[in-house]
């Protein structure tokens, strides 16, 4: 039943933005965790950090959506965490894990 679901999610949501498949999805919630991402993140509650259906819609339809993610993504800007409190966010090294990351979050 729960594959079920995350069969027919993925197909839902490759339908309306970008192709994505149940493997990438699950790969994508696996670094999600294991990078700590999940600490500051959820798909659609905000934590420290903004949901990422906040990030997706925030960025849908601009054609550079890609390029500033990867740049937020690998430069650790500075941001400033719900408690008000600032630190340098989370940077990864691996361009394969950032990709499949980037791809997720747009297509929530
Ligand atoms: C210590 C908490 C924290 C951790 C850990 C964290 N983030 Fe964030 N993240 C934030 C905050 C706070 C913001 C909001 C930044 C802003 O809007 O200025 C943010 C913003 C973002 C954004 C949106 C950027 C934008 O331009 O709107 C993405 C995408 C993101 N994080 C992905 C990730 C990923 C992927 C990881 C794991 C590698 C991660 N975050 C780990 C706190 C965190």
């Keep these: 039943m729960k ?3 995350l069969i027919s999610t993925a197909i839902a949501t490759a339908a309306f933005t970008l192709p994505a ?8 919630m696996k670094l999600l ?3 700590n991402c999940t600490k500051c993140h959820s ?3 905000s934590k420290k950090g903004p949901a990422y ?5 925030k960025y849908k339809g601009k ?4 390029a500033k993610l990867t740049e937020f ?5 500075k941001v400033k965490l719900d408690d008000g409190s600032e630190e340098e966010h989370k940077a990864l090294k691996d361009p394969k ?3 499949t990351l980037i791809k997720f979050v747009l297509a929530q």
């Design 3 to 5: 594959v079920l679901t």
């Design 53 to 57: 259906q906040k990030v997706a819609a």
């Design 21 to 28: 498949t149940a493997q990438d999805a699950d790969a994508a």
């Design 63 to 66: 054609a550079d959506a890609e």
């Design 97 to 99: 894990a950032v990709a």
């Design 73 to 77: 993504l690998t430069k650790s800007p």
């Design 33 to 35: 965790k294991a990078e």
């Design 43 to 45: 798909i659609d509650k």
